[in-house]
């Protein structure tokens, strides 16, 4: 370590934690990563294992808003409520709702395309440093529709990603089959996305870039943070044991639960709830899939991985502390099952898994107000994956005192 390099605690071991484990200790910073449950245990264990580059579109927009009360009427719809949750979750829903407004709609689109175009450079870059580009499929996404009015009403999303440079393809007929063979008639036109890309399977891909961040010294530490604090010499974490760490920085990417964590300190209540995915995981063999499929009307995903096929996502608005419905995952196999005629679907793993989510669709980074050398990384929602190298860059660029890559006052902590 030379002089300017520091002590850093990072404080979760999903891929945001272990992506800014691995940018930080390849410039030499001292970093130890604590987390209760192991490495990418939690939602980077399970998800739909896109690196969706081109998904500038903010959840929180004025089609969702439309949409929102026909799928809250399908209790296993693309979108649910616990209703014993939703006294909790209308503060997130107040700011949901002000996000989708026109004027703070169009500064998110601006922020979400400048951080997917670092979140590209960064995650490629990484993974190349790592040596694990066998890891990413470069074969695209397609996203299917079962109407002309389903189509019609995409427009607006994609003349946004055509401003923003990004390459797509409206596919129908030949085109279409050719893209995924087997699929059901229902289906009369979709679009492609060639740049849109997937890992092998996304706790392979997050353990191989954490075997990254170890030869460049990073450690782990199983246990489970009980407090931050602030010692006479920096920052400190409390362990559930009793013993300290001490840090010259702590950065906070514990995903969903990052405000259990950082609440006490803070008089900031940063608006991050969780949106609850479900998803089921068929061995290999289960339909000859050629890419990722996007069945956007129904709020989920078919992906190709090393172990498999995995089927799942929707939203389910709930906490961290009720139990599964694994309903859900059993409901979108179904709906699988009739869109790919042939789906083998026995033998499935039912996952559920907790999406860090912000009502604006935009992640948390910078310094608690409180305490400048606690840094906060987490909130990335749907595209944590996607984003998590960006997010490391970031933190690496403030903890080193430079001027972020990128602009970040969308995604300033005190911004609501
Ligand atoms: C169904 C589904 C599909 C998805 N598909 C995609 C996709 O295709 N592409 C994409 O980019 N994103 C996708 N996502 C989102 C993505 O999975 C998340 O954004 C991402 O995993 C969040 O990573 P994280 O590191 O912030 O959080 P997590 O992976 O949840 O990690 C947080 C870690 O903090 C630890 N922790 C919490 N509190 C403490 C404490 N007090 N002490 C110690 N440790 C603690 C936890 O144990 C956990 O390991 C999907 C999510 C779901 C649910």
């Given at each position: 370590m030379s002089h300017t390099d520091k002590r850093i605690v990072v404080i979760g071991a999903g891929i945001v934690g272990i992506a800014t484990a691995a940018l930080l200790s390849e410039q030499g910073h001292a970093v130890t990563v604590i987390d209760?449950?192991?490495?990418?245990?939690?939602?980077?264990?399970?998800?739909?294992?896109?690196?969706?580059?081109?998904?500038?579109?903010?959840?929180?927009?004025p089609k969702i808003l439309l949409k929102a009360p026909r799928w809250l009427?399908?209790?296993?719809?693309p979108l649910s409520i616990r209703p014993s949750y939703l006294p909790r979750l209308a503060p997130w829903l107040w700011q949901f709702w002000k996000a989708s407004q026109p004027g703070r709609l169009r500064t998110s689109i601006a922020a979400q395309t400048a951080l997917m175009r670092l979140a590209e450079t960064e995650m490629m870059a990484l993974v190349e440093r790592a040596g694990i580009g066998a890891m990413v499929r470069h074969d695209g996404s397609l996203e299917l529709y079962e109407s002309e009015t389903e189509f019609n009403a995409t427009a607006h999303g994609w003349k946004q990603r055509e401003l923003a440079g990004i390459g797509f393809e409206h596919v129908r007929g030949g085109r279409l089959a050719e893209l995924q063979?087997?699929?059901?008639?229902?289906?009369?036109a979709g679009t492609f996305v060639p740049g849109w890309k997937t890992v092998s399977e996304p706790q392979h891909f997050a353990r191989a870039l954490w075997t990254h961040a170890e030869r460049h010294g990073a450690v782990f530490h199983k246990a489970e943070v009980r407090t931050l604090e602030r010692s006479e010499t920096g920052p400190a974490v409390r362990l559930t044991d009793g013993t300290a760490h001490e840090a010259d920085r702590i950065v906070v990417c514990a995903g969903a639960w990052s405000t259990r964590l950082i609440n006490p300190l803070t008089r900031l209540r940063i608006p991050l709830d969780t949106e609850r995915g479900y998803n089921t995981t068929l061995p290999p063999g289960a339909f000859d899939l050629k890419r990722q499929l996007i069945f956007g009307n129904h709020g989920f995903v078919v992906t190709p991985l090393e172990t498999g096929l995995r089927v799942g996502g929707a939203v389910e608005?709930?906490?961290?502390?009720l139990p599964p419905n694994y309903a859900r995952s059993k409901s979108m196999l179904a709906k699988a099952a009739e869109f790919l005629p042939g789906l083998k679907t026995s033998d499935g793993v039912e996952w559920m898994g907790f999406r860090p989510s912000m009502p604006d669709s935009l992640p948390v980074i910078g310094a608690l107000p409180e305490d400048p050398s606690v840094l906060l990384a987490f909130g990335n929602g749907h595209l944590g994956l996607t984003q998590s190298a960006a997010m490391g860059r970031l933190i690496t660029d403030l903890v080193g005192g430079?001027?972020?890559?990128?602009?970040?006052a969308a995604c300033r902590p005190d911004r609501f």
């Open positions: 209760c449950s192991g490495i990418a245990e939690e939602t980077s264990k399970g998800n739909a294992a896109a690196l969706a580059f081109s998904d500038i579109m903010p959840l929180a927009s009427l399908d209790p296993l719809g063979p087997g699929l059901s008639p229902r289906f009369v608005l709930g906490g961290l502390d430079r001027t972020p890559a990128i602009d970040i």
